[in-house]
């Protein structure tokens, strides 16, 4: 009889174990920063081999190894925020914030090229993927309770705080007038 091999249980920071969104914001972040450990090792193998004179860089690459090199290390800092998040939902502010502004602009850019009807399939993977991220960051964020505290649609013209107040007044009216059932049976 063969055994099968238990899969092994990953927890989150607060010890519960994994949610779906936070398993998939880990694999998407795992791609992220191997991304971006071979763009900036691109970048800075273009670098080495123009300083060793091999060849010169502005032929193959117009822009220079420079920018190849920061994207390469912000995309890496980028996925680890989000590995970080996915660990600890409450720390996934910074990824949140960088993905649906990625999503954002890859959105305007999926429009103007469609508005302009030079929509390329690049721009529409970079959508795609833009987008992928944006649901994780959002549904692992959501998991906190963010978005439990802002106002919806339904809720009127009451804002949070004086919602707080009255509800917190609504407690304290009816605990006293608990207490003051209780004293009259005890007194009476």
């Known amino acids: ?4 091999k238990q899969k092994k249980l990953r927890l989150s920071a607060d010890g519960t174990p994994y949610t779906v969104w936070q398993t ?32 010169h860089l502005q032929d193959f690459v117009p822009v220079g190894p420079g920018p190849m090199i920061i994207e390469g290390t912000i995309t890496f800092l ?46 529409l993977v970079l959508f795609v993927i833009a987008m992928a991220f944006a649901v994780c960051a959002w549904n692992v964020r959501g998991q906190t309770g ?10 009127g013209d009451e804002m949070p705080i004086e919602k707080d107040m009255r509800m917190v007044r609504e407690a304290a009216e009816k605990v006293s007038e608990e207490i003051e059932e209780v004293e009259k049976k005890l007194i009476g």
């Open 1 to 4: 009889m063969r055994k099968t």
């Open 146 to 155: 963010y978005f439990d505290n802002h106002p919806h649609p339904g809720d």
């Open 24 to 55: 998939r914001t880990r694999v998407l972040c795992i791609a992220l920063a191997a991304w971006g450990v071979l763009e900036a090792g691109i970048g800075l193998g273009f670098f080495g081999a123009s300083i060793i004179g091999a060849f």
């Open 78 to 123: 980028t996925a680890l925020s989000g590995l970080w998040g996915a660990h600890n939902p409450r720390r996934i502010t910074v990824f949140f914030w960088v993905t649906f502004l990625v999503a954002l602009l890859a959105a305007w850019l999926t429009a103007s090229m469609w508005s302009q009807g030079m929509l390329d399939l690049s721009t």
